[in-house]
């Protein structure tokens, strides 16, 4: 966002754009919530203001996402911090550090490793255990 607004333009760079595959569950709530008519920016915007506009940042933070987060008793957080929460939880659920990294934007998988690293001594563990299975299933008897 801007001082004076959102401003819809194309990225500065190729590799800003991204494809971030959702799961279909989302997709089908997405679509649910689609608006039967478009707004001021065309078909742009999924979730728009009241008057059809670009939601303000503040407006949401302050008035949606903070009571979200106190009515589920969560910390409070920035809303970029989800970012990184997403990030988290691909990392802890075995996506590959390069496929999480280029969601995010990351030149390379090495990066993500380096920000997320501190999650990396309870992979670790989980890691031995699953060589240790295999090895042990490939063990002839």
């Known amino acids: ?13 190729s590799r800003s754009r991204r494809l971030v595959k ?8 997405l679509r649910e919530q689609a608006p039967k ?7 742009l915007l999924l979730f728009r203001a ?5 939601i303000r940042e503040p407006r949401l933070v302050q008035y949606h996402f903070k009571p979200l987060l106190k009515s589920a008793e969560l910390p409070a957080i920035r809303l970029y911090d ?13 996506v590959s550090p390069k496929v999480i990294g280029e969601q995010l934007g990351h030149a390379s998988g090495a990066f993500t ?5 501190h999650f990396l001594p309870h992979m670790q563990d989980a890691a031995a255990e ?5 090895l042990i299933e490939a ?3």
């Not at 989800?82 to 075995?94: D, E, F, M, N």
């Not at 490793?113 to 690293?117: A, G, K, P």
């Open 1 to 13: 966002m801007r001082k004076g607004g959102w401003q819809f333009a194309e990225t500065k760079r």
């Open 22 to 29: 959702l799961q279909a569950w989302v997709v089908a709530l």
């Open 37 to 43: 008519e478009m707004g001021a920016c065309g078909d």
């Open 50 to 54: 009241r008057r059809g506009g670009a």
């Open 82 to 94: 989800l970012r990184h929460t997403a990030a988290t939880i691909s990392l802890i659920a075995g």
């Open 113 to 117: 490793l380096d920000v997320y690293s």
């Open 130 to 134: 699953k060589v240790q299975a295999l």
């Open 139 to 141: 063990a002839p008897e």
